[in-house]
């Protein structure tokens, strides 16, 4: 997991080829004036899904992790905590093919980190975490990035 300032998501291309791809997207566009749903950047490679998620508490948020997909979620409205757990400490159970997603409702997230509008957080393959915890909703933009 990764939390930074959004002037410095640059820093971070080495790790993954399409993240230059966000980087330019983030620069030409103006992520509060596109509409909700998914914009794609990179086929399915690459894509953002602008969404306004209900805000959750400590105990409502459900830790996922995904296996194709790197998440880099941004809030744009207001402050947005995220719980995390590492993979390798989560149980198995059942992983959604067709979503990219498996969901973990009985399990807590070991640390929570926030992120205000104008951070970034990234959430790779092996990272646990428990997204929207606000009390209120929330507008955020979600890269999907390919691992």
Do not use: W
């Not at 971070?12 to 330019?24: F, G, I, Q, T």
């Amino acid at each position: 997991m990764i939390v930074d300032s959004l002037k410095n998501l640059e820093k971070y291309v080495e790790l993954n080829s399409l993240y230059k791809d966000v980087v330019e997207f983030i620069k030409n566009n103006d992520l509060n004036a596109l509409p909700e749903g998914k914009t794609f950047i990179k086929g399915n490679d690459l894509f953002v899904n602008i969404q306004i998620a209900k805000g959750k508490t400590r105990d409502e948020a459900v830790v996922e992790t995904h296996n194709k997909m790197i998440d880099i979620q941004l809030p744009l409205d207001v402050e947005e905590e995220y719980g995390y757990i590492a993979r390798e400490d989560l149980p198995e159970t059942e992983y959604n093919a067709e979503k990219d997603i498996t969901k973990y409702p009985a399990v807590k997230s070991l640390c929570y980190v926030k992120a205000k509008p104008g951070m970034f957080c990234i959430f790779d393959t092996q990272d646990g975490h428990a997204p929207c915890v606000a009390p209120t909703d929330i507008k955020k933009a979600i890269f999907k990035v390919k691992a």
